[in-house]
T-cell receptor, first 111, second 113 residues
C-alpha cells in the first residue's frame, strides 16, 4: 500500500518568515494530494489540494508543489502569521477514495 | 462548519463498556470515513463506507465495527473498551468515487477511565 512520509515533525518560524513542509509518497498511482490544517482541538480542514496533472497551485499565501517523478510534494506558506500555527497533514490519494495521511507537522509561528 | 455532524462531542465511559458514535455526512455525500486520532498523533484510518457498503478497511480492531445506513448516516461501535481506546474519533465524508475532497466532522472525544 501507499506510504506517506512527512517532514519535519515540528517547525518553528518567526512571524513573517516562510514555512515549508515536505511529503513523499511511494505509490505512483496516487493522483490527488490534499493538505489539511488542524488547529488545537478542532477538525482537520482542507486548505489546498493539487492533482497529479498539475505541478504547482497557489492560493494567496499558501502554495503546493508536486514533483511526480521524485514522488514528493510540498506546502509553502509565505508571510506566516500567528494564526497559521497548527498541525498540518499531507495526504496522498489514489483510486479516488484511498487516503493516506502523513504523520503531521506542528507549525509554531512566533510573534 | 463542514456540514458533517458527529454526536456526541464528548463521551466518558469505563473500561469494558460499549459505545456508539454517530456521524451524518454532508448532504449529497455518499462516502463516510472513520479516523482515530490519539493524543498528539496522526490520523489513523479505520474504515470507509460508500452508499451503504464497506469500501475499505484500515487498522480497525476486531472490537470495533461500523455500518452505514440507508439514509447514509454511519455509526462506529466500540466494544470491550480499553484505556488505550481513548482518542478523538473523526468522521469524514466525500461525494464518493470521482471526487476526493474530504470534509471532517468536529469529532467525538472518547475518554475511557
Amino acid at each position: 500500500g501507499e506510504n506517506v512520509e512527512q517532514h519535519p515533525s515540528t517547525l518553528s518560524v518567526q512571524e513573517g518568515d516562510s514555512a515549508v513542509i515536505k511529503c513523499t509518497y511511494s505509490d505512483s498511482a496516487s493522483n490527488y494530494f490534499p493538505w489539511y490544517k488542524q488547529e488545537l482541538g478542532k477538525r482537520p480542514q482542507l486548505i489546498i489540494d493539487i492533482r497529479s496533472n498539475v505541478g504547482e497551485k497557489k492560493d494567496q499565501r499558501i502554495a503546493v508543489t508536486l514533483n511526480k517523478t521524485a514522488k514528493h510534494f510540498s506546502l509553502h506558506i509565505t508571510e506566516t502569521q500567528p494564526e497559521d500555527s497548527a498541525v498540518y497533514f499531507c495526504a496522498a490519494v489514489y483510486n479516488f477514495n484511498k487516503f493516506y495521511f502523513g504523520s503531521g507537522t506542528k507549525l509554531n509561528v512566533k510573534p | 462548519d463542514s456540514g458533517v455532524t458527529q454526536t456526541p462531542k464528548h463521551l466518558i465511559t469505563a473500561t469494558g463498556q460499549r459505545v456508539t458514535l454517530r456521524c451524518s455526512p454532508r448532504s449529497g455525500d455518499l462516502s463516510v470515513y472513520w479516523y482515530q486520532q490519539s493524543l498528539d498523533q496522526g490520523l489513523q484510518f479505520l474504515i470507509q463506507y460508500y452508499n451503504g457498503e464497506e469500501r475499505a478497511k484500515g487498522n480497525i480492531l476486531e472490537r470495533f465495527s461500523a455500518q452505514q445506513f440507508p439514509d447514509l448516516h454511519s455509526e462506529l461501535n466500540l466494544s470491550s473498551l480499553e484505556l488505550g481506546d481513548s482518542a478523538l474519533y473523526f468522521c469524514a465524508s466525500s461525494v464518493g468515487v470521482g471526487n476526493e475532497k474530504l470534509f471532517f466532522g468536529s469529532g467525538t472525544q472518547l475518554s475511557v477511565l
